[in-house]
């Protein structure tokens, strides 16, 4: 067994809406890459990580990006959807009950609908595990550093991801971990793990819009990016 495993905490599959990533396709990519674990962390839903839990138990951690009432958290190690529009509160007693491990989306970025206002933040802060400290899709750095300085002033333990939606982004923001197997586990080891982060292009987030349309236009099936 490796001394530590290389996680990738954020990245969409063909479930979310703004994605191409075909299932098999996300084992082949990090192994490609090295990734040893992956969040899979589709927006508002879990079957897709569900799915490929069952292909790739030692690879796939089940999660879900879940937009609230007042912003996304991002969860790792649910046994099942949450739905999208509860309140914090209520999206976070539900996860509580499936034993998940709760982090919180990109927190500060100034252009992404499911950042947070700074008073519904502080009023639910508690309540998490985690903060991201580093999205590789934050367009502005700052909003990343302002995470970061928050998790440290608070002494929240900070996840990192790529927010991958492209096979590109796969990777590109990780954790060097020491192995875990659930999420007690798994919180211990983060707080000694250590980052290794990169901003994505701009363009990326082009390619998401692109696959918005392919899907509206019913192209999902044949143009998606592997099976």
Not at 13 to 41: F, H, N, P, Y
Not at 107 to 132: C, F, H, N, S, T
Request: charged share 25%; glycine share 8%; with cysteine.
């Amino acid at each position: 067994m490796n001394d530590t495993w290389k996680v990738e905490l954020h990245s969409h599959t063909v479930w979310s809406k703004d994605c191409l990533i075909g299932l098999d396709q996300m084992v082949r990519e990090c192994a490609r890459k090295g990734v040893d674990r992956i969040a899979i962390t589709d927006h508002n839903t879990a079957e897709g990580a569900l799915e490929l839990a069952k292909r790739a138990p030692n690879l796939v951690i089940v999660g879900e990006e879940i937009m609230t009432t007042q912003g996304e958290l991002l969860c790792f190690f649910v046994r099942a959807t949450i739905p999208r529009d509860l309140t914090p509160a209520e999206t976070i007693k539900r996860l509580r009950e499936q034993g998940a491990f709760i982090s919180v989306s990109h927190p500060y970025d100034r252009l992404r609908k499911g950042a947070w206002k700074e008073a519904d933040l502080l009023a639910i802060i508690d309540q998490v595990d985690a903060i991201e400290i580093f999205n590789s899709r934050c367009l502005y750095p700052t909003d990343n550093v302002k995470a970061y300085a928050l998790a440290k002033r608070i002494g929240k333990p900070g996840t990192v991801g790529s927010d991958a939606h492209i096979r590109f982004e796969i990777g590109r923001s990780t954790l060097h971990m020491r192995p875990f197997a659930d999420a007690a586990s798994f919180g211990q080891a983060l707080m000694t793990a250590k980052s290794e982060t990169k901003l994505s292009p701009a363009w990326v987030h082009g390619r998401s819009t692109q696959a918005k349309y392919m899907k509206r236009l019913g192209l999902r099936k044949r143009l998606w990016e592997g099976g």
